[in-house]
């Protein structure tokens, strides 16, 4: 897959990514969100096991859930509704609802530096207009 864009909220998170090749999009959703958790998981035995207990379900495939039964994915088939939806993701912090940051690319937990001031603190990421060309050479 391809990493174009994300945010990682208080309590949720958005991706923009594509599928790459001959891969089936909810098998790679699948494993990745599994991966994700798993992650979660994780970190929270290590370092909060008392929070860990508030994801605690009574399942025959799991004992704990991170996230909802069925994550919202919308398939984006124009670069307009691409870039529509970068915006709004790198928007996401610096709203009233969170004020997590003065501005979108002062949030770390996010792609907009990468975007608005070449920052590559996160070699997963693809820039969506100029893929493996960016950042442009100084």
């Keep these: 897959m ?8 208080p309590n ?3 991706l923009v990514w594509q599928v790459i090749g001959d891969q089936i999009l909810s ?3 699948l494993r990745m969100m599994k991966f994700v958790a798993q992650q979660i998981k994780f970190d929270l035995v290590d370092h909060h096991p008392i929070v860990l207990e508030h994801f605690k379900v009574e399942r025959n495939d799991r004992d704990y859930q991170f996230f909802k ?3 919202l994915s919308v ?6 509704v691409v870039l529509q939806k970068i915006d709004y993701i790198h928007r996401n912090p610096v709203q009233p ?7 979108p690319e002062e949030y770390f937990w996010s792609s907009a530096a990468f ?4 920052n590559l603190s996160w070699p997963f990421l693809t820039h969506f ?3 493996e060309d960016w950042p442009p050479p100084m």
Aim: net charge neutral; with cysteine.
């Design 2 to 9: 391809c990493v174009y864009a994300f945010v990682i909220m």
């Design 12 to 14: 949720h998170f958005h």
């Design 27 to 29: 098998r790679i959703q």
């Design 69 to 71: 039964e069925r994550p």
């Design 75 to 80: 398939p984006l088939f124009t670069d307009e």
């Design 97 to 103: 609802k969170w004020q997590l940051a003065a501005s």
């Design 115 to 118: 975007y608005l001031s070449a």
């Design 129 to 131: 207009w100029y893929g």
